[in-house]
């Protein structure tokens, strides 16, 4: 359960300092009084914490913000990790496995050196072989160490529903499932707007299943489209950090798609994948579990053989 109602950010990066700025904008309903930053460039932490803290009068948070070190994470509620290398143009999210997965095992060691026995939230690349290996080196349980998974994909797959249909995208329920990466799928059968099956939606207006089709690709391409035009992604990932925070923080029981590990779900064990989660102040309470259309199952299929096979080579990684 949630003590101080402090948060460690590892990682001062684009995507770290997006969720950190998101977290102090929301003020008072972050549920968050003390936010710590580390890194390895020490100024630039300094300068983050000052500039953050400058900006407190504008909001209705009464938040202290640190420049810190791995100490500080021994009392923290949720040590939030986003630091490793940077997903390259035209470069995939797993060809960054091998050489992020020793920097998460080389800040996993210190946080649990410090003493901490709080929530581990993951957002470096490849996430769900991340989040794996900060579980796999801090033998936490696996429902206190919970990855951002689909949920950046997941929001991008509602943003473009709602656009398509011209509805709220917040009246629109839908999930991206499996990798984050290139073999996530939709499972359509799973999608409403309101109450109402967008499929049944789309036979009711005369159009066309192969729109929900193109909609998939562009949320699967938007990471590679962003890169490309801008070297790297942040807001929306930064965005969605700061929601799963505040669903830890608050003890929502909200229904997130973060990478969660599977126990025999789906069929499958002893992986972490973007699967519905019930999300709260223990973390990952227990995972919604759908049922899937006979090509969904395979497509989660290919999704956890594709990880399993990376975390195999990770491991050997980290043992040589």
């Known amino acids: 359960m949630i003590g101080k109602r402090k948060v460690v950010l590892v990682g001062t990066g684009f995507v770290g300092m997006s969720m950190a700025y998101a977290l102090v904008a929301q003020g008072l309903e972050s549920g968050i009084s ?22 407190l009068p504008c909001t209705s948070s009464h938040m202290k913000i640190t420049a810190g070190d791995y100490p500080d994470c021994s009392d923290a509620d949720i040590v939030v990790i986003t630091a490793g290398l940077n997903q390259k143009p035209s470069q995939t999210r797993l060809e960054l496995s091998e050489a992020n997965a020793k920097i998460m095992k080389d800040i996993t060691i210190q946080v649990v050196n410090s003493g901490f026995k709080g929530i581990f939230l993951v957002a470096s690349n490849p996430v769900d072989l991340m989040t794996k290996v900060v579980q796999e080196v801090s033998k936490f349980p696996a429902g206190r160490v919970i990855g951002s998974g689909t949920a950046l994909d997941t929001a991008r797959l509602r943003y473009m529903i709602g656009e398509y249909l011209n509805i709220s995208n917040k009246n ?22 309101g109450c109402k099956k967008v499929i049944d939606i789309l036979n009711d207006a005369g159009k066309d299943k192969s729109d929900l089709d193109k909609i998939y690709v562009e949320v699967r391409d938007a990471a590679y489209e962003i890169i490309n035009r801008k070297k790297a992604t942040y807001y929306g990932i930064g965005l969605g950090l700061a929601r799963i925070v505040k669903n830890i923080m608050n003890d929502t029981n909200e229904i997130l798609t ?10 499958h064990k002893d992986i ?6 019930v999300i709260n102040s223990n973390g ?37």
Request: charge should be negative; include cysteine.
């Open 34 to 55: 003390e936010l710590v930053l580390i890194d390895i460039l020490k100024d630039k932490v300094i300068g983050e914490a000052m500039d953050l803290s400058h900006g």
């Open 284 to 320: 990952a309470r227990e995972l919604l579990k759908l049922d899937l259309a006979k090509e969904n199952q395979e497509k989660l299929d290919k999704s956890c053989k594709i990880l399993s096979e990376n975390m195999d080579n990770i491991r050997k990684a980290l043992n040589n």
């Open 172 to 193: 629109v329920h839908a999930y991206i499932m499996g990798e984050h990466g290139d073999s996530s799928f939709v499972p359509w059968e799973h999608v409403y707007v």
């Open 272 to 277: 972490y994948i973007g699967v519905p989660a």
């Open 258 to 267: 973060v990478s969660a590990y599977l126990n025999g779900e789906y069929g």
